[in-house]
């Protein structure tokens, strides 16, 4: 289907209306709040529709391994885990705390340490990558359907339009035809 141009005509605006983004329809202030907050809510009511399919579809061991997720990739973890690397290696280092240092450069036990929050860390970051992809997905499949509805809703109005812009000109034609023959009649007498 081609796009066609079609003459609008403008119309008067008033001090307090704007011209609605891609449209030539002209609304107020109180008009483009309305339409906002309808649109608000109704982005959130899908959210909320599916925050809570995702909670009921996966079981507690996935929620869990997202916030473990959450947990690790988060400024709190950073800023905790760099805390406890500096503790530790400051403490068994410095001198003043004497024979209580338990493990000595090179940090084999700390290497250790770090080495097992990896494994295990590693899988659980993926596994909640994982879901968030499927979710991802099934959100995208939802809001292809939520436009594509819309463009079906749009050829339909457009459909009406152009049967509206027909009836229009029928009913020029008609006036116009009605107009000469009144013209010819006055002409005629």
Known sequence: MGKRNYYVRPQQSGPDTATFEGFDIP???TDAKRIDRLVDTYESSIMMHLDEE???RTKWTDRLADRIASFGGSWSFIT????????????NTLSVTGKLHFDKPPFILLNLCLSFIAAFQ????????NRQAIRDKHES???????????????DMQSHLHRIEGKLFEIEELIASLHKQSSANRDGQ
């Open 80 to 91: 905790i885990f760099a805390t406890i690397l500096g503790v530790w290696i400051v403490w």
């Open 27 to 29: 609304i107020n202030e």
């Open 54 to 56: 995702y909670i009921r």
């Open 122 to 129: 590693a899988p659980i970051i993926m596994m909640s990558q």
């Open 141 to 155: 499949v939802i809001d292809f359907a939520i436009n594509y509805k819309a463009e079906q809703e749009i050829d």
